[in-house]
């Protein structure tokens, strides 16, 4: 997946402030290139034809064709600073479609904002073009100068997309995250049926699971539940990054037949997007527990493979259970004890899977949050405390899983060797580019 890209459909939406009389056959000339902006956006924002350039021609065609209407405008349509406010904003608007940086579009961008200040959605596509540029701080200052006019949900969006971007690689990653999150709340609060602010919130909070150290599950869950809330909104039903993010946090939730289906929707979509890819990676995580599953060794090397966890004595309250003794769900005051016996390698950061068998010689997937692969062996005891149940199943063209699973989430639930884990093998706080922003 590819890292997180610059900003797009910010201004998608944006309008400028209507010029006033009307004009016969749809308008002034003013109002007609706008709309053939706000066109302009739309086919950027749900056009991906198979090959790039064919979007990028297509690009190229509107946008001449745009600044051909705003060409075509007399120049005493042209006169007061707000009408040339308008102008230069639009052209500086069309000239922004691309993904790249130009200048020509900041250069009058910014002629827009100082013809009128006002002009909120001006200081919103500037922001956007100064952030191609790589100017963050520059571009976060835009983006609060055109809050200080008013609250508005597509600024507050961007606001939040671009924090998230300056939280790569910065000491105060957290903290930007979680502003990040603010003002993704504050978008939907000002429009609780506007999909795009959802979309933002499920994104604020993936990426504060990646920060986290991929370990907590109520963010994932947050995630989830804000990616659906977009979906009800049908102008989102062509985004296809919507889709892909979803399915990313249900992978990460261990939901699999839902990631499946959420890739696959969003290569549909978006054949560049490198969904394809993400529904064998599952695929193949899949037939990998499920061999290990099946792989299992013969009782008489099992039974003296297990036997040193009966000398494991716990040094607190919870009661030792086998898998067999688990309720579905969170399994409090509990703990499972177990031998692990196959590291199960695949391509996500989190979980970690283990082949493990408990002193029933029962064989489970255990799956881990919170620590790195090195931290358990093969061959190591480990004591999961207030494990959670469930049986993992997905089913996929005509193929049907099915484990049994125990989870832990946080690395204060496992002992490895009667040991707590070392610090050095707790996962580390970082941002990881496999949701688009």
């Not at 020509?104 to 073009?129: F, I, M, R, T």
């Not at 013969?298 to 003296?304: D, I, N, P, V």
């Not at 005509?398 to 009667?418: A, G, H, M, T, W």
Request: net charge neutral; hydrophobic share 40%.
């Amino acid at each position: 997946m590819s890292a997180q890209k610059q900003p797009a459909g910010a201004c998608a939406s944006s309008g400028p402030a209507r010029p006033e009389p009307e004009e016969e056959g749809g308008g002034t000339p003013l109002e007609r290139a706008a709309e053939a902006a706000e066109e302009l956006y739309r086919l950027r924002d749900t056009f991906f034809p198979r090959d790039p350039a064919e979007k990028t021609a297509a690009l190229r065609a509107g946008a001449d064709a745009a600044l051909a209407l705003l060409d075509a405008i007399p120049p005493e349509q042209k006169k007061s600073p707000q009408q040339r406010g308008v102008f230069e904003f639009l052209r500086g608007k069309i000239l922004d479609v691309f993904p790249d940086y130009h200048k020509e579009a900041e250069d009058h961008l910014s002629k827009a904002v100082k013809l009128n200040p006002s002009l909120v959605d001006a200081w919103l596509c500037l922001g956007n073009c100064i952030w191609k540029k790589g100017d963050l701080s520059a571009a976060k200052n835009c983006f609060s100068l055109a809050l200080s006019k008013g609250s508005d949900k597509k600024i507050l969006c961007q606001l939040s997309m671009l924090e998230r971007s300056m939280a790569q690689g910065s000491e105060d990653q957290t903290i930007l995250v979680e502003e990040s999150i603010k003002h993704a709340k504050e978008a939907v609060m000002l429009d609780i049926k506007d999909g795009n602010s959802w979309y933002n919130m499920g994104n604020a909070y993936l990426t504060s699971f990646f920060v986290g150290g991929a370990w907590d599950h109520t963010k994932l869950h947050h995630s989830v539940k804000a990616y659906q809330n977009a979906e009800k909104d049908k102008t989102m039903s062509l985004n296809p990054d919507l889709y892909y993010n979803c399915a990313t946090a249900d992978k990460y939730l261990e939901n699999y037949e839902r990631a499946l289906r959420g890739f696959e929707a969003a290569a549909l979509k978006d054949p560049g997007l490198g969904a394809d890819r993400e529904v064998q990676k599952i695929i193949s995580l899949l037939d990998k527990l499920e061999n290990a599953m099946k792989g299992q060794l013969r009782s008489k090397r099992l039974a003296s493979l297990v036997s040193s966890l009966n000398g494991v004595i716990l040094k607190s309250f919870h009661k030792k259970a086998t898998v067999s003794e688990l309720s579905k769900g969170l399994n409090k005051a509990v703990a499972v004890l177990g031998k692990v016996v196959l590291l199960i390698r695949h391509d996500n950061v989190a979980p970690l899977y283990y082949l493990t068998c408990d002193l029933d010689q029962s064989y489970f997937i255990l799956s881990i949050y919170g620590l790195r692969d090195d931290a358990i062996k093969e061959g190591d005891r480990v004591v999961l405390y207030e494990p959670y149940y469930r049986i993992l199943e997905a089913s996929w063209k005509d193929k049907r899983y099915q484990f049994k699973s125990v989870r832990v989430d946080f690395p204060d639930q496992i002992l490895i060797n009667e040991k707590a884990p070392d610090p050095q093998h707790v996962a580390r706080a970082s941002i990881h580019a496999h949701n688009k922003p």
